[in-house]
């Protein structure tokens, strides 16, 4: 056992090209090289199984090295088949149909939306359909589940599937039937003859998927590759699709019977700490393991720079944990604090910060504008902290863990302890929460070193304090813009430099002729990650509080200015002006123009569009200028992304993303100095609570002739960094400066002093 | 130093049950709900009394599960999620969360309905402020509060029936 290397955290994992907004940092583990199999069908019973054959559209759901990946697995068929043949589908002997994905439940609702796929295109009840969810030995590799991806690939390639099974029991039955296979329909699991025109001694008119497949040709034709041109029913057709749906597992949510990857308990296991360092960048200089190793049945591991401990129980493992720290010396770099993040962030920008190619545009304008706006680092803070149980049996590892990404921490297991990937599982329970947070596996392998160390199986849950500080961050953003208008009130130029958090949305979707847009790294002092929607929240909001400054210097409503810039008959102008509408934009704006006795109201509106989808909001909030504090009273959202396949779902969503939007927007703000994380906790880390939901009036426009795109993050980032709120607060302090991106700063923003009055800095 | 006890002896869910005695009685009710009695659908969620995953039934009012020792909850009446139904028939709120479909990822759910039953052996004609100070000290990452708001007034509805 060995460990070659200290535990960076600096290393980014090789993403799939499709997949390189995706911010992953793993963190390197490795521990040196360290299995029966498990089979596909004493799971799942004998059966016919349908896989993901490369070039076929179901394959090319998944990405490239995962489609690699695929084809070392091979065809399908009856029983005896090898372990992952990438099987999407399963019709077992009695019947039973499994849909297989390698994607994960988080509380999206993806085990709902691809039953509801499956049961659509197999013509059979939802409650009848078993789906298997991201165990690596079993199911296909669909890719992480992020970026929202399942609606506009999964969906589209599980359905494509289960059309192809369908056709494969048409055809069946019309042999078995001796008719065409246009007398033929499906339904309620079963094939049946139109008009009960089943011929020549056929004795049924109908006859089930399970008797279907027991017939001698069954075998044979489900090994064929799902066809290019399989026809998925229109959405005109859909009967499953588009319907709300009830949540499959939604009995075992309300009775606690679920058991979430911090729920699993195995025989004779143990739990786990791990030591971590006092401060960001600290390095272990000694440690006496001797007290440690004194409590009581206390397995005590030093691996370098990792220690840990596992005990009977968690009491037992805290107190070994507490002998650790008091032991262990460490040496601490310095580390920039929150203070003075963003001075830090502009001026490692790499490369230097890049000058506005339209400066003479700027200089011989009718009206020139320049800002800067600050976005701070925040936490995804899923309410299951990061945990993992382990388990080491004749040199195979399985894993229960919560990640978005199970093949490649699957991968990154096998690194750090040097096995074939063959000889690790891992299996994610639908989990409490991710948000794009959880992409990647150190708890996985930490909990994998204990377990290897401890002989017996280990869990490990991560603490609230840990999650908040060692897992990955949203990164923190530096945004400059400048912008030229004629006098006209037209954008004649425009500059956006996005500093240190990434380029999602960083293109303005307003008609301007000259534009530049630049996303430009930094040397971030913390671990980032993806978060739900990416930086696309931090550029939407810069890019909409600045169109409010472009709008308030042409005089024109921060409505028509914003339509002026888009083509009528867009989605994004659509949207907007739909939510506009309802929110009674105009009348509310002229009304919230006059004061109220200690408190302002204001409104304000924002819009964007990311993944395919088009959001707009409208805001109001009130202003306590004695007790600098804010209140959103009503937001009105409108969201468009295609063809809703799921709208219960979908309307959960965009009603949660609001919410959580407003965290950020308001109050989130991760604070840190001298290298430690000053409010680790949810009493200083203050996330939305139900007495923050303002009055919410969303709505989804339907659109059957486009196709669908995913939904679990745009609806955001017209809230969260709060283009809507943000731009209301500023319009009911009369504030038309510019420095109130950061929720410390907004809360000391000067009040009054008309058009020309500055925000004030901290 | 901590105090050891010989037994601890617990009533969960209208039977006795011993924890692991070799322990302290400062140990959290949770842990030893979780690790000692696999009840697992109470939830970690911070450990400090800040989110309410970890709500519990003592005497039939709402307690954070992971700051109240053993000692605390000795000879009192715990019920955890496990417990909340009456056989295969689910309590109002349960229900009435599973019909509104009042969660994403669910992991809040169970200190949620605990909170909602408690308040609803209080009331069953709660006002939207009761209902909010019932469940503002519950956090739900997934923030999906309007349809946790509209659960509990559905389960209050069921209730009166």
């Keep these: ?762 | 130093m901590p105090r050891f006890n010989a037994v601890i002896t617990l009533r969960v869910n209208d039977q006795d049950v011993a924890v692991n005695s070799d322990l302290p009685a400062e140990r959290s009710l949770l842990e030893a709900l979780r690790e000692d009695l696999h009840l697992t659908g109470t939830k970690y969620g911070c450990g400090e009394a800040q989110c309410g995953a970890c709500t519990v039934l003592i005497d039939g009012k709402p307690a954070f599960s992971c700051v109240t020792t053993l000692a605390q909850a000795q000879g009192k009446s715990i019920t955890t999620i496990e417990g909340l139904a009456k056989g295969e028939v689910l309590h109002p709120a349960q229900r009435a969360f599973a019909d509104a479909e009042a969660f994403q990822c669910g992991y809040c759910s169970s200190g949620m309905i605990m909170a909602a039953a408690a308040l609803l052996s209080r009331t069953t004609t709660p006002s939207d402020d009761e209902i909010v100070e019932a469940m503002d000290g519950h956090i739900c990452r997934c923030c999906g509060y309007a349809r946790i708001k509209q659960a509990v007034k559905d389960a209050a509805g069921l209730a009166r029936t």
Excluded at chain 1, 85 to 114: M, N, P, S, Y
Excluded at chain 1, 338 to 351: C, D, T, V
Excluded at chain 1, 735 to 746: D, E, F, H, Q
Aim: aromatic share 6%.
């Design chain 1, 1 to 762: 056992m060995r460990l070659d290397e200290d535990i960076t955290t600096d290393s980014i994992a090789e993403s799939h090209d499709d997949d390189a907004s995706q911010v992953i940092e793993s963190v390197a583990f490795d521990f040196g090289p360290g299995v029966s199999r498990r089979s596909f069908v004493q799971l799942l019973g004998a059966g016919i199984v349908i896989s993901m054959t490369a070039g076929s559209p179901a394959a090319e759901a998944a990405p490239p090295a995962s489609r690699e990946g695929q084809r070392r697995g091979g065809g399908g068929g009856r029983g005896g088949a090898p372990i992952n043949l990438g099987a999407r589908i399963h019709i077992a002997d009695d019947g039973t149909i499994t849909i297989l994905t390698g994607k994960v439940e988080g509380g999206q609702g993806a085990r709902q939306q691809l039953t509801q796929a499956a049961a659509e295109e197999l013509r059979i009840a939802p409650e009848h359909l078993r789906m298997i969810m991201a165990d690596t030995d079993l199911v296909p590799d669909d890719g992480g589940t992020y970026g929202s991806q399942t609606t506009p690939r999964t969906v589209p390639a599980v359905r494509q599937a289960c059309a192809a099974a369908r056709d494969l029991l048409i055809a069946l039955a019309a042999e078995t039937w001796k008719m065409e296979r246009g007398g033929i329909e499906v339904r309620d699991g079963a094939a049946v003859a139109i008009n009960g025109a089943a011929g020549n001694g056929a004795t049924s008119q109908s006859l089930a998927y399970s008797a279907l497949i027991k017939a001698d040709r069954a075998s044979e034709a489900f090994k064929q590759a799902v066809p290019r041109d399989v026809q998925v029913f229109a959405v005109r057709e859909w009967k499953v699709l588009g319907t709300p749906m009830p949540r499959p597992n939604r009995h075992d949510l309300v009775t606690g019977a679920h058991h979430y990857p911090s729920d699993i308990i195995l025989p004779g296991m143990l739990y786990g700490k791990i030591l971590r360092p006092p401060a960001f960048g600290a390095k272990l200089a000694s440690i006496d393991l001797a007290p440690a190793q004194r409590q009581k049945d206390a397995v005590v591991v030093r691996d370098q720079s990792f220690v840990g401990v596992a005990a009977t129980t968690t009491w037992q493992a805290k107190q070994a944990l507490a002998e650790l720290e008091k032991a262990a010396q460490w040496e601490t770099p310095p580390h920039p604090s929150s203070s003075e993040i963003f001075e830090y962030l502009r001026q490692n920008a790499q490369g230097g910060i890049p000058a506005n190619p339209h400066s003479d545009l700027m200089a011989s304008a009718a009206k020139s504008l320049k800002a800067k706006y600050d976005i701070a680092y925040v936490q995804h803070a899923p309410m299951e902290p990061r945990t993992a149980t382990a388990q080491w049996s004749d040199g195979k590892l399985t894993v229960w863990t919560a990640t978005q990404r199970p093949f490649d921490v699957r991968r990154e297991l096998a690194n750090a302890f040097r096995i074939p990937e063959e000889r690790v599982q891992v299996i994610i329970p639908d989990f409490g929460g991710g948000f794009g947070g959880k992409h990647t596996g150190e708890c996985a392998i930490e909990a994998s070193r204990l377990a290897q160390a401890a002989g017996k199986p280990v869990g490990l849950r991560w603490t609230r304090a840990e999650e908040f500080t060692w897992a990955a961050f949203r990164p923190a953003a530096a945004i400059d813009v400048e912008a030229s208008l004629d006098d006209q009130g037209r954008i004649t130029s425009w500059h956006f430099i996005n500093i240190n958090s990434g380029q999602s949305s960083i293109a303005s979707p307003y008609n301007i002729e000259n534009k530049h847009s630049q996303y430009v790294e930094s040397a971030p002092p913390l671990r980032h990650s993806s978060y739900r929607a990416l930086a696309a929240t931090a550029n939407t909001f810069a890019r909409e509080c600045f169109m409010d400054e472009l709008a308030h210097a042409a005089g024109i409503d921060p409505l028509g200015f914003r339509r002026q810039h888009l083509d009528a008959g867009s989605r994004l102008r659509g949207a907007l002006e739909d939510a506009a509408v309802r929110f009674k934009w105009s009348e509310r704006r002229a009304a919230n123009a006059e004061t109220e006795a200690g408190e302002r109201h204001g409104v304000g509106l924002a819009c964007g569009m990311e993944k395919g989808s088009f959001v707009a909001a409208c805001a109001e909030v009130a202003v306590d200028v004695a007790q600098k504090s804010i209140r959103v009273l009503r937001i009105t959202q409108t969201f468009d992304c295609g063809a809703i396949t799921s709208p219960r779902n979908l309307m959960s969503q965009v009603q949660g993303a609001i919410v959580m939007g407003l965290g950020p927007a308001l109050r989130e703000e991760m604070i840190f100095k001298d290298g430690k994380m000053l409010n680790a906790a949810f009493k200083s880390y203050t996330v939305p609570r139900m007495s923050d939901v303002p009055e919410m009036d969303v709505h989804l426009l339907d659109r059957p002739d486009v196709p669908s795109a995913g939904a679990g993050e745009t609806p955001l980032i017209a809230v969260r960094r709060p283009s809507a709120t943000r731009s209301s607060m500023r319009r009911a302090c009369a504030c038309a400066a510019c420095r109130c991106g950061w929720p410390s700063k907004l809360q000391v923003i000067a009040i009054g002093g008309g058009d020309n009055s500055v925000a004030a800095g901290k």
